[in-house]
């Protein structure tokens, strides 16, 4: 991990496409302007696991549904 120190206006560059942008720092905070192409996907961490979990479980229900669905076809054929 690279930790390096900017003040406000400052910025880093992340390959020829993304600026990182220090746009305002306070004692315990640090607001960033992220300029990047529009088809980078920039997400805060807390809402990608948020998203990983919310597509986890969307992906998962249908499979739980086609099981009771089957359990319950075969309870009627019995």
Do not use: C, H, W, Y
Request: glycine share 6%; charged share 30%.
């Amino acid at each position: 991990m690279l930790v390096i120190t900017r003040k406000t206006g400052e910025e880093i560059r992340i390959g020829e496409n993304i600026r990182v942008i220090a746009v305002e720092t306070a004692k315990d905070r640090v607001k960033i302007g992220i300029d990047a192409p529009s088809d980078v996907r920039i997400i805060r961490s807390e809402l990608f696991d948020t998203e990983k979990f919310n597509i986890q479980a969307a992906v998962q229900k249908p499979a739980a549904d086609l099981i009771s669905m089957l359990k319950n076809q075969q309870g009627q054929n019995e």
